[in-house]
């Protein structure tokens, strides 16, 4: 089990350039296995990859989530240039996979893909963390208790303290 820091924390600053990268794929038809099951099978060799080489620009440790048919992974990346770089490089897993759905699943249906790509600045991230392990953003820049950034989400975004906690910090 992971370490919890007990209390209030944020992420430190350090947000500048990196990117919250949110993908996945949806089952659309789940009685076509043969459609699906090289889609859900990419995924975990390109993290692989990514995991075994730092250089490539994987911030931090991606998390999965599932809910009802969708997948999400949910990644930083050290920055925009990296992602898309990883994106086409053909000696890298996910260009050959990106082909084999466009040439393969494309346009039939079965199996849905997505990304979202999110880049991240200091002066547009705001984040708290009430008693939990590492994690998120926090995860790649570091964590600092809440009170640094700000005691409100105003005040961690835009450094502007004069409004008052609706709730007592702790």
Known sequence: MSKIN??????????DGKVL?????????LWKVWKWIPVLTAMPRMLIELQKNPSLGLAGKPRTYLSGRTILVWQYWESFEKLTAYSKASNNAHLPAWRAFNKNIRDNGSV??????????????????????????AAVTGV?????RGQTAKARLTGDSTEAPTVDPY
């Open 6 to 15: 007990t209390g209030r924390f944020a992420a430190d600053i350090g947000a």
């Open 21 to 29: 990268f949110l993908i996945g794929m949806r089952f659309n038809q």
């Open 112 to 137: 849905g893909i997505y990304h979202e790509t999110i880049l991240l600045s200091d002066s547009t991230v705001e984040t708290v963390y009430g008693n939990m392990p590492t994690f998120g953003l």
């Open 144 to 148: 600092v208790p809440a009170g640094k």
